[in-house]
C-alpha cells in the first residue's frame, strides 16, 4: 500500500487506486480516517458527525446515498462503518483537522475538482456555517417551544429581547447595520463564530427558563435579555470581537446550493469512471 502522504498527491493520487465498486464507487470510512491522518477511527467521530450533518442540511440531497452503512469485519472484529460516496469524503475531509497535513493535502485535492463550479464554498469555516445553521434551527424550535408553554404570547417581542441583550440593539436595528433584506433573519447571514455565540445565548436561555420555572410574557423577556447580556459580557471579557461588529457573510442558501451542485458534479466523474472501466 502507498505511503500514506501519496494518497491525495495531485500528480499520483493513491486515494483513486483504493476505491470500491458494487454498481457505485464508494471507499470505507474507517479507511479514509486513516488516510487522513488519524490514528483511530469510530463511526461517530467529529469529521464523520460534522460531514452527515451538513449532508442532512442540504434540501433534496439523501444522506444514506452517501453514507450507506455497513457492518464490516476488521480481523474478526465487527465494526460499523460507512460507505462514502466521493462526495462524502469531500465533507469528511472539509470538517477535519486541517492542521494534520494529509487533511490539508485532501483539502486541495477535493478543490481542484470543485474550483470549475463553486464560487462560495472555499474553506472549513464555509462548511461550519451549514451545520451551525442547522444546530441554530433546532435550538431555536425548542426555545419557542418552551417559551410558548411557558406563557409568551407575543413570541417576536421575546426573540428580540435575546438580539438585544446579545447586540445592544434590536433585530430591526442589526439588518439595518449588516444590510440584511427585508425581514430575513440574521441568522443566515451570520459566520461561524456570530452563529457559535447566537447557539449559547439560544439554549442558555432556555435552560435558564427550565431550571427557573419562569413564567409570563414580561419575565421571559426579561430572561431572554439577561441570557443575551450575559453571554455579550462573556465576550467583551475573552477579547472577542462584539457580534454587531462581525460582517455579514454570503446568505448560507448560496453555500448549500452549491454542495448540491458539487454533489451531482463529483457522482458524474465517477459514472465516467465507471464507463472507462468497463470499457
Not at 52 to 71: G, K, N, Y
Not at 89 to 118: E, G, H, I, R
Amino acid at each position: 500500500m502507498s505511503d500514506i502522504g501519496s494518497y491525495f498527491d495531485a500528480e499520483h493520487p493513491a486515494f483513486e487506486d483504493f476505491y470500491h465498486e458494487n454498481g457505485q464507487i464508494y471507499w470505507y470510512a474507517s479507511d479514509f480516517i486513516h488516510w487522513l491522518g488519524y490514528r483511530e477511527y469510530s463511526p461517530t467521530m467529529q469529521p464523520i458527525n460534522k460531514a452527515m450533518s451538513v449532508c442532512l442540511s442540504i434540501p433534496s440531497i439523501i444522506t444514506a446515498d452517501h453514507f450507506r452503512e455497513e457492518v464490516r469485519y476488521l480481523g474478526r472484529k465487527p465494526i460499523k462503518d460507512f460507505k462514502l460516496s466521493r462526495f462524502a469524503c469531500y465533507l469528511v475531509s472539509m470538517n477535519a483537522d486541517v492542521k494534520k497535513v494529509q487533511v490539508a493535502k485532501a483539502q486541495v485535492y477535493f478543490a481542484a475538482f470543485t474550483a470549475s463550479f463553486q464560487e462560495y464554498v472555499k474553506s472549513h469555516e464555509d462548511m461550519e456555517r451549514v451545520w451551525l445553521r442547522k444546530d441554530i434551527s433546532e435550538g431555536e424550535k425548542s426555545l419557542a417551544s418552551t417559551a410558548k408553554q411557558a406563557g409568551v404570547v407575543r413570541y417576536d417581542y421575546f426573540a428580540n429581547k435575546g438580539y438585544m441583550g446579545l447586540y445592544n440593539m434590536s433585530i430591526h436595528k442589526i439588518r439595518e447595520l449588516k444590510g440584511i433584506p427585508g425581514r430575513e433573519t440574521p441568522l443566515d447571514y451570520m459566520g461561524s463564530e456570530e452563529l457559535g455565540a447566537n447557539i449559547f445565548r439560544i439554549t442558555q436561555t432556555n435552560a435558564k427558563i427550565k431550571r427557573e420555572n419562569i413564567r409570563g410574557q414580561h419575565d421571559l423577556e426579561q430572561a431572554a435579555l439577561q441570557v443575551g447580556q450575559t453571554v455579550r459580557n462573556a465576550i467583551r471579557e475573552t477579547g472577542g470581537t462584539m457580534p454587531e461588529d462581525l460582517p455579514a457573510e454570503v446568505h448560507v442558501k448560496k453555500i448549500k446550493s452549491e454542495l448540491k451542485k458539487t454533489s451531482k458534479e463529483l457522482n458524474k466523474a465517477d459514472k465516467k469512471l465507471i464507463k472507462k472501466k468497463k470499457k
